[in-house]
């Protein structure tokens, strides 16, 4: 008998796909079997599963993908590419589809629409069009009914992370949390219009730098009167993804070698700006949302999926780089706690030694030979190791980091990171001081020193007052101060039944060689007898409590 109830037919679905896959964990969740141990399918397994189950296990594969925190390395690569072989769905329906979202006839908007998707995807297709003004344009359309196969897969998919839940696995790395965010990732992804206000924030954010030249990095533009939760369109542009990229073999008097060496640059300073600064970055630059342009520049494509840092959080990830350069794995350990969601338990010392051992293998290395979204991914494996539960964001950023890195390296193998990243180090610096703001940061520092300089005095002298009168007050609070009280309290205990036990057989010892009459004879055995009681009783309390060493 299946343990959930309300999707009956779509759980036999997924049951046969776990079955024919042999996944027995799953099974036995499915058929309502105790909650064990999970036990993860090989990574190849789990992605035929994903797929076999459709568009929405298609994305909750994607999104685990940005989970280093919860995978190992060999899941997240085999999921990173995790696409879904769906048909496009017929014309007719998309034609009606844009004609409802428009509100008006698609002939007085669009001028020509290639009827033939130029792509796929599991939540929308995206087409071909010209404006009425003559300018090209991509229509992203959702696919028809897929917000209903959402609801119903998004409820299956929170019983069974409810299930999951139990187990221990579960309660440390908050599976129904998971679910909840997924479940939310996905509702989002449903409405386009998120996807034009992630876009034109970041356009509006990497527009206004110094950090680069901003004519070489372009976002396409986002028409807002025509982009509606199910309808996005965008600026129309040409180009290649990065990697297939063939450069001229000279442009503006430069060389290929150089040219594919300042792309790469114009790349990191991008993505640096946009997770050590703006604190709002584009989560998913992998070599088909990069593209290479006709005219020489470089476009950021796709920005459905941004991640998200505080100010706090960048500081102690820019912290944690240098630690890493450093190899202070004492440093690492302070940060990762740091970062780690409250209320945990963990021993210090075998973090800071797991670091020790993870950073070893760099002692003899280079800056340049090391591979930092590798170092990030092992920092988080530490922390999953030492059942660490760290924030979300924490495998969107590593995510990020490993997929610029692996573009960049392909595109421009000389690369090297800490060549890239040093000249703006000392920027990120300044801000995290001073704040976007300097002039303001340092008025209000000078403000703050004023205050505490005209209070100090008074403060000075109130404290003199009190030494002095006597009526000084400390609030001391020692922790776990009951427990030492009542160890105190059994050690007072037992020392006198010690002394009490001693002076009973010296009493009677006395007793015993100063006088030979009966009575004096059973008063000593009485006093014997007694010490022997009280000494094996304090004995055996003592045995019991397991303190005897």
């Known amino acids: 008998m299946f343990a959930l109830t309300k999707n009956t037919s779509r759980q036999r679905e997924i049951a046969e796909v776990v079955f024919r896959n042999g996944w027995d964990y799953a099974r036995g969740l499915l058929t309502g079997d105790k909650a064990d141990e999970p036990r993860l399918p090989s990574p190849?397994?789990?992605?035929?599963?994903?797929?076999?189950?459709?568009?929405?296990?298609?994305?909750?594969?994607?999104?685990?993908?940005?989970?280093?925190?919860?995978?190992?390395?060999?899941?997240?690569?085999?999921?990173?590419?995790?696409?879904?072989?769906?048909?496009?769905?017929?014309w007719g329906q998309v034609e009606s589809l844009i004609q409802q979202e428009l509100g008006q006839p698609i002939e007085a908007v669009f001028s020509e629409i290639d009827r033939n998707a130029i792509a796929a995807?599991?939540?929308?297709?995206?087409?071909?069009?010209?404006?009425?003004?003559?300018?090209?344009?991509?229509?992203?359309?959702?696919?028809?009914?897929?917000?209903?196969?959402?609801?119903?897969?998004?409820?299956?998919?929170?019983?069974?992370?409810?299930?999951?839940?139990?187990?221990?696995?579960?309660?440390?790395?908050?599976?129904?949390?998971l679910a909840e965010e997924f479940s939310n990732a996905i509702v989002a992804e449903l409405d386009f219009t998120s996807e034009a206000q992630y876009t034109e924030q970041l356009r509006q954010n990497l527009t206004n730098t110094d950090l680069f030249d901003t004519?070489?990095?372009?976002?396409?533009?986002?028409?807002?009167?025509?982009?509606?939760?199910?309808?996005?369109?965008?600026?129309?542009?040409d180009g290649v993804p990065i990697l297939q990229a063939k450069l001229p073999q000279m442009r503006a008097n430069k060389d290929e070698a150089t040219q594919r060496s300042e792309i790469t640059t114009v790349l990191f300073r991008a993505f640096f700006k946009q997770v050590y600064i703006d604190g709002f970055f584009h989560a998913d630059p992998h070599p088909g949302n990069i593209f290479y342009l006709q005219d020489g520049r470089i476009a950021l494509l796709d920005c459905g999926m941004v991640g998200r840092l505080d100010p706090r959080t960048q500081q102690i990830l820019t912290e944690m780089l240098l630690a890493i350069v450093d190899l202070d794995g004492r440093r690492c350990s302070q940060l990762t706690l740091e970062l780690a969601e409250g209320g945990q338990q963990v021993n210090l010392n075998q973090l800071t030694s797991d670091y020790d051992i993870m950073l070893r293998k760099y002692y003899n290395r280079s800056i340049s030979q090391i591979n930092f979204s590798e170092v990030i991914y092992e920092v988080l494996q530490v922390s999953r190791n030492n059942k660490i539960r760290l924030p979300s964001n924490m495998g969107l950023y590593a995510k990020t980091l490993a997929n610029l890195e692996g573009v960049t390296r392909g595109f421009y193998p000389q690369v090297n990171l800490l060549d890239e990243i040093r000249p703006l180090m000392a920027d990120v610096f300044r801000r995290q001081l001073l704040g976007e703001r300097p002039t303001e940061t340092l008025l209000r520092i000078g403000l703050d020193f004023k205050s505490l300089s005209l209070r100090s005095p008074r403060l000075v002298e109130l404290l003199l007052?009190?030494?002095?009168?006597?009526?000084?007050?400390?609030?001391?609070?020692?922790?776990?101060?009951?427990?030492?009280?009542?160890?105190?309290?059994?050690?007072?205990?037992?020392?006198?039944?010690?002394?009490?036990?001693?002076s009973l057989i010296m009493g009677a010892a006395i007793i015993s060689t100063g006088?030979?009459?009966?009575?004096?004879?059973?008063?000593?055995?009485?006093?014997?007898?007694?010490?022997?009681?009280?000494?094996?009783?304090?004995?055996?309390?003592?045995?019991r409590s397991g303190k005897l060493k």
């Open 215 to 237: 004519q070489q990095l372009v976002i396409p533009q986002i028409f807002n009167d025509l982009t509606t939760k199910k309808l996005l369109t965008i600026e129309w542009l």
């Open 465 to 502: 007052d009190r030494v002095t009168s006597e009526t000084l007050k400390w609030n001391v609070n020692i922790l776990r101060l009951d427990v030492l009280a009542v160890s105190l309290e059994d050690s007072a205990n037992r020392l006198s039944f010690s002394i009490l036990v001693g």
């Open 44 to 90: 190849e397994v789990l992605r035929n599963i994903l797929i076999e189950l459709g568009p929405v296990y298609v994305k909750l594969g994607q999104l685990l993908s940005t989970r280093p925190d919860l995978l190992s390395a060999r899941y997240v690569e085999t999921l990173t590419d995790l696409q879904t072989n769906v048909p496009p769905v017929p």
């Open 121 to 177: 995807g599991s939540i929308g297709q995206v087409y071909s069009a010209v404006l009425v003004s003559g300018q090209q344009v991509a229509l992203k359309v959702q696919r028809p009914g897929i917000d209903i196969v959402v609801d119903r897969d998004i409820s299956l998919i929170k019983s069974l992370a409810e299930l999951v839940s139990r187990t221990e696995f579960g309660k440390n790395f908050d599976i129904v949390g």
């Open 515 to 543: 006088s030979a009459t009966a009575q004096v004879s059973v008063l000593s055995n009485v006093l014997f007898a007694a010490a022997s009681l009280l000494g094996l009783w304090l004995i055996l309390s003592i045995l």
